[in-house]
């Protein structure tokens, strides 16, 4: 099926989902010219440290991420034994309520929505990169790469 591009003249509207990605844009455009000194040199010195972190120690963003879920699980098991030896409250873990299941359908299809879209976006910017029709896609694809 062919991707149909919407004329401006259409009666639909995306609401607050339209009023959040424009939100986020001037947040993003207060960051990168920094009208928020404070803000942009704390994302400025994470980046920087990250650089560090994945260039100079040889590190992978793998292995961290390995690493830190190492770390969390074997966290979670200590305190774990440690609350139940000492009678102690364990760790909060959210449990979904039998009792409602109304509230559990509606976070799975909020959910579910969400994805669908993201995965809708990615399907199509693949297509049309597949197909080769769209060059100012493929420049950016071959810059990125």
């Known amino acids: ?4 591009s919407f004329s401006s ?3 639909f509207s995306f ?3 339209q009023r959040n990605v424009f939100r986020n844009a001037h947040a993003v455009r207060s960051l990168l010219m920094w009208k ?3 803000r942009s040199g704390a994302v400025l010195s994470g980046v920087a440290i990250l650089y560090f972190v994945f260039e100079r120690s ?3 963003l793998l292995t961290i991420l390995a690493n830190l879920l190492l770390v969390l699980v ?3 098991f200590v305190w774990s034994t440690a609350s139940s030896l000492s009678n102690g409250s364990l760790p909060a873990v959210p449990v979904p309520d039998p009792a409602n299941p109304e509230a559990l359908e509606k976070a ?3 959910f579910s929505e969400r994805c669908k879209v993201l995965v809708n976006k990615t399907l199509g910017m693949a297509h049309r990169l597949a197909k080769g029709t769209d060059p100012a896609l493929s420049i950016k ?3 990125i790469l």
């Open 1 to 4: 099926m062919p991707f149909r």
């Open 9 to 11: 003249s259409a009666s």
């Open 15 to 17: 609401g607050s989902a």
């Open 36 to 38: 928020e000194p404070v």
């Open 58 to 60: 040889g590190y992978t």
């Open 74 to 76: 074997v966290g979670t």
């Open 108 to 110: 799975f299809d909020s």
């Open 141 to 143: 694809a071959a810059l």
